[in-house]
């Protein structure tokens, strides 16, 4: 079982920044991709970033490559989401998700790949 628990959302006026923060369960961390995944008012979750176990592979949205970057420390078992030049368009509650590692370098980037969930963090872009 892995437990994630976001943190870092807010208000934020348009062209600024925020990082969010991902703590996952001691045990498990180390041998899962992590992913960020959004979901915006009547819209459907959709995937953002996703980083390998080894952090050697990332992957991105077309809508953020440029602004946003995904990273981990597995030493603090916490994933990231540098988000720069920010959008009210980027308005959505973010959720970061795990799933095993077939291997060190994948990172799946569809949604039922993975299996466990945080409660989501709300991101507030204001135009």
């Known amino acids: 079982q892995v437990q994630l628990v976001e943190s870092g959302g807010g208000l934020v006026q348009t062209g600024g920044s925020l990082r969010l923060s991902c703590l996952a369960s001691k045990r498990s961390f180390g041998i899962y991709a992590m992913g960020w995944f959004r979901q915006a008012p009547g819209k459907e979750r959709e995937f953002v970033a996703a980083i390998s176990w080894s952090g050697g592979t990332t992957h991105y949205a077309d809508s953020v490559k440029g602004r946003f970057t995904i990273s981990r420390d597995n030493a603090k078992n916490t994933v990231y989401l540098q988000m720069n030049n920010l959008k009210p368009e980027d308005t959505a509650v973010y959720s970061c998700?795990?799933?095993?590692?077939?291997?060190?370098?994948?990172?799946?980037?569809?949604?039922?790949?993975?299996?466990?969930w945080g409660q989501g963090t709300q991101v507030t872009v204001s135009s």
């Open positions: 998700a795990a799933h095993p590692a077939r291997s060190i370098e994948f990172a799946a980037t569809q949604r039922p790949d993975y299996g466990y």
